[in-house]
Protein backbone atom coordinates (compact mmCIF):
# COMPACT_ATOMS: atom_id res chain seq x y z
CA UNK A 1 0.00 0.00 0.00
CA UNK A 2 1.06 3.43 -0.93
CA UNK A 3 -0.44 7.49 -0.23
CA UNK A 4 0.94 9.41 -3.07
CA UNK A 5 0.64 12.88 -1.78
CA UNK A 6 1.30 16.08 -4.21
CA UNK A 7 0.58 19.80 -4.33
CA UNK A 8 2.94 20.97 -1.72
CA UNK A 9 4.47 24.70 -2.55
CA UNK A 10 5.16 28.46 -1.63
CA UNK A 11 2.33 30.51 -1.25
CA UNK A 12 1.98 34.07 -0.08
CA UNK A 13 -0.13 34.91 3.18
CA UNK A 14 -3.44 34.70 2.08
CA UNK A 15 -3.26 32.60 -0.59
CA UNK A 16 -4.30 29.38 -1.49
CA UNK A 17 -3.14 25.96 -2.48
CA UNK A 18 -4.53 22.11 -2.62
CA UNK A 19 -2.97 19.30 -1.37
CA UNK A 20 -3.98 15.78 -2.81
CA UNK A 21 -3.13 12.35 -1.95
CA UNK A 22 -4.13 9.02 -3.30
CA UNK A 23 -3.85 5.33 -1.79
CA UNK A 24 -3.12 2.69 -3.78
CA UNK A 25 -2.13 -1.57 -3.51
CA UNK A 26 -3.66 -4.25 -2.10
CA UNK A 27 -6.59 -2.09 -0.22
CA UNK A 28 -10.00 -3.67 1.30
CA UNK A 29 -11.37 -0.50 2.32
CA UNK A 30 -10.59 2.76 3.48
CA UNK A 31 -11.80 3.86 7.13
CA UNK A 32 -10.71 7.49 6.78
CA UNK A 33 -7.89 9.34 5.11
CA UNK A 34 -6.89 13.25 6.38
CA UNK A 35 -3.38 15.21 6.52
CA UNK A 36 -1.52 15.83 9.39
CA UNK A 37 0.96 18.40 9.92
CA UNK A 38 4.21 19.04 11.33
CA UNK A 39 5.72 22.17 11.97
CA UNK A 40 9.41 22.73 13.17
CA UNK A 41 9.83 21.92 16.40
CA UNK A 42 6.07 21.16 17.30
CA UNK A 43 4.69 17.61 17.43
CA UNK A 44 2.74 16.67 14.85
CA UNK A 45 -1.11 17.31 14.00
CA UNK A 46 -4.26 16.68 13.16
CA UNK A 47 -5.08 18.87 10.33
CA UNK A 48 -8.36 17.68 8.43
CA UNK A 49 -9.97 14.31 8.16
CA UNK A 50 -13.10 12.78 6.25
CA UNK A 51 -14.57 9.35 6.47
CA UNK A 52 -15.93 6.89 4.41
CA UNK A 53 -19.16 8.20 4.92
CA UNK A 54 -18.37 12.02 4.65
CA UNK A 55 -17.89 13.15 8.21
CA UNK A 56 -15.10 15.65 8.51
CA UNK A 57 -13.20 16.87 11.26
CA UNK A 58 -11.11 19.83 11.49
CA UNK A 59 -8.34 21.28 13.45
CA UNK A 60 -10.17 24.09 14.92
CA UNK A 61 -6.79 26.71 13.94
CA UNK A 62 -8.19 25.78 10.13
CA UNK A 63 -11.58 25.57 10.41
CA UNK A 64 -13.42 28.39 8.00
CA UNK A 65 -10.23 28.12 6.14
CA UNK A 66 -9.50 24.52 4.83
CA UNK A 67 -11.72 22.63 3.06
CA UNK A 68 -11.25 18.71 2.23
CA UNK A 69 -12.88 15.77 0.19
CA UNK A 70 -12.42 12.63 -0.61
CA UNK A 71 -13.09 10.20 -3.67
CA UNK A 72 -14.01 7.28 -2.41
CA UNK A 73 -13.74 5.05 -5.93
CA UNK A 74 -10.40 6.64 -6.31
CA UNK A 75 -9.45 6.34 -2.53
CA UNK A 76 -8.05 9.97 -3.43
CA UNK A 77 -7.97 13.04 -0.96
CA UNK A 78 -7.62 16.44 -1.34
CA UNK A 79 -7.27 19.48 1.06
CA UNK A 80 -8.09 22.81 -0.25
CA UNK A 81 -6.54 25.35 2.06
CA UNK A 82 -7.73 28.90 1.76
CA UNK A 83 -6.44 32.15 3.50
CA UNK A 84 -3.37 30.83 4.84
CA UNK A 85 -1.13 31.99 6.71
CA UNK A 86 2.53 31.91 8.16
CA UNK A 87 1.48 29.66 11.18
CA UNK A 88 0.42 26.96 8.02
CA UNK A 89 3.66 26.39 7.43
CA UNK A 90 4.79 23.08 8.07
CA UNK A 91 5.21 19.55 6.28
CA UNK A 92 1.85 18.22 5.71
CA UNK A 93 1.37 13.93 5.61
CA UNK A 94 -1.19 12.63 3.96
CA UNK A 95 -3.06 9.61 6.29
CA UNK A 96 -5.05 6.84 5.52
CA UNK A 97 -6.63 4.15 8.26
CA UNK A 98 -7.32 1.16 6.21
CA UNK A 99 -7.93 -2.69 5.89
CA UNK A 100 -5.09 -3.95 3.56
CA UNK A 101 -5.39 -7.31 1.57
CA UNK A 102 -9.13 -8.76 0.25
CA UNK A 103 -10.85 -9.70 2.90
CA UNK A 104 -12.03 -7.86 6.18
CA UNK A 105 -9.69 -7.44 8.86
CA UNK A 106 -7.97 -4.34 11.71
CA UNK A 107 -7.55 -1.21 10.10
CA UNK A 108 -4.14 0.22 10.26
CA UNK A 109 -2.77 3.39 9.60
CA UNK A 110 -0.47 4.34 6.75
CA UNK A 111 1.49 7.79 5.88
CA UNK A 112 2.48 9.28 2.56
CA UNK A 113 5.50 11.21 2.22
CA UNK A 114 5.56 14.09 3.61
CA UNK A 115 4.76 17.60 1.08
CA UNK A 116 6.68 21.01 2.53
CA UNK A 117 3.65 24.09 3.09
CA UNK A 118 6.02 27.46 3.22
CA UNK A 119 3.64 30.32 3.57
CA UNK A 120 5.87 33.53 3.55
CA UNK A 121 6.11 36.56 1.64
Known amino acids: VQLQASGGGLVQPGGSLRLSCAAS????????MGWYRQAPGKQRELVAS???????NFADSVKGRFRIFRDVTKNTVWLFMDSLEPEDTAVYYC????????????????WGQGTLVTVSS
Open 95 to 110: NANLIVGDTNGPAVDY
Open 25 to 32: GSIFSINA
Open 50 to 56: ITSGGAT
